[in-house]
């Protein structure tokens, strides 16, 4: 009998939301995850037969934290596995609706690595640094800011890259010598 309440016990636990060594959100849940990926970005790495040369470090953002929480918590509700939503959203428009904003940046990009059933920080990371698609999200330059969420053990971690106007450019805009245009710039000839 004793036997049958662990065994019990053991099985909802591992239902449980919260299982992991650090809690989602927490600070030191966004640290680790920081730690393990820019450790490999500041060197390099082989994803698949491509090395990827040194990458600037990541940095948290908390709207793209916000995209990975309803699209982890969507997909382990509705019982899928995909980079597209049940309501046919796609990272980018999740992470434009969860407030990661392209409005004022020269250029802006999305990107997302899924995975499910890993148990920790450590497990789920090393899982997307062995996978060459994932891996080329990890290190891939163009992304600045990063963010996680797991839930149910379903992980999303979507990424993010925007790049400011120049000064002068910005300058250029607000005189009204150049416009954007569909999130390019057009400048005025005179």
């Known amino acids: 009998m004793k036997y049958l309440t662990f065994l019990c016990g053991f099985v909802l636990a591992l239902h449980a939301p919260n299982l992991y060594a650090q809690t989602p959100g927490s ?3 966004k640290r680790q995850f920081l730690e393990l990926i820019n450790k490999t970005r500041a060197i390099g790495c ?3 037969n491509t090395h990827m040369p040194p990458a600037p470090p990541l940095v948290w953002n908390d709207d793209l934290e916000k995209a990975a929480k309803g699209h982890a918590k969507d997909m382990a509700s509705k019982k899928y596995f995909s980079h597209i939503s049940k309501d046919g959203r796609d990272a980018m428009k999740r992470a434009e609706d969860a407030g990661y904003k392209h409005d004022g940046y020269q250029s802006f990009t999305v990107g997302e690595n899924i995975a499910q059933g890993q148990m920790s920080i450590e497990q789920v990371t090393n899982g997307w640094f062995h996978s ?3 891996c080329r999200n990890l290190m891939n330059p163009d992304f600045k800011e990063v963010g996680i969420w797991v839930y149910n053990l379903y992980w999303v971690q979507d990424f993010g890259g925007r790049v400011e106007f ?6 250029m805009i607000k005189s009204g010598k150049a416009h954007i245009i569909r999130g390019s710039v057009r400048k005025e000839h005179y």
């Not at 120049?166 to 300058?171: R, V, Y």
């Open 27 to 29: 600070s030191k849940f």
């Open 46 to 48: 082989d994803c698949g």
């Open 132 to 134: 060459e698609g994932h």
């Open 166 to 171: 120049s000064p002068a450019l910005k300058q």
